[in-house]
């Protein structure tokens, strides 16, 4: 099992910047694809990026967001920067073991409880 913990939701303005953290814990760490997805009022959960030995973004983040990990700390990051309205939603951070990664939620074993991002214009 392993437990996910997000933090550094919050309300920015539009052209801002944010790092949300994921945290692990459980098991270890460095064998898991982590993921990122968001999800806003009446819409469907979106992916927005992974890392596993590579990093994968979702075209709406493209060239905007970073994901990185610390396998150290057991953590990974998604540096948002150019936030824009749009990208307002709760965040998770999803894990599975082995080395696919899966742009959809149903790829993923264990979630957080989410991190709200809002962006004001």
């Known amino acids: 099992q392993v437990q996910l913990v997000e933090s550094g939701g919050g309300l920015v303005q539009a052209g801002g910047s944010l790092r949300l953290s994921c945290a692990a814990s459980g098991r270890t760490f460095s064998d898991y694809a982590v993921a990122w997805f968001r999800q806003a009022p009446g819409k469907e959960r979106e992916f927005v990026a992974a890392?596993?030995?590579?990093?994968y973004y979702g075209d709406s983040v493209k060239g905007r967001f970073t994901i990185s990990r610390d396998n150290a700390k057991n953590t990974v990051y998604l540096q948002m920067i150019s936030l824009k309205p749009e990208d307002t939603a709760v965040y998770y951070c999803?894990?599975?073991?082995?080395?696919?990664?899966?742009?959809?939620?149903?790829?993923?074993?264990?979630w957080g409880q989410g991190t709200q991002v809002t962006v004001s214009s």
């Open positions: 999803a894990g599975r073991t082995g080395t696919a990664v899966h742009r959809t939620a149903s790829g993923y074993d264990y």
């Open positions: 890392i596993r030995r590579g990093t």
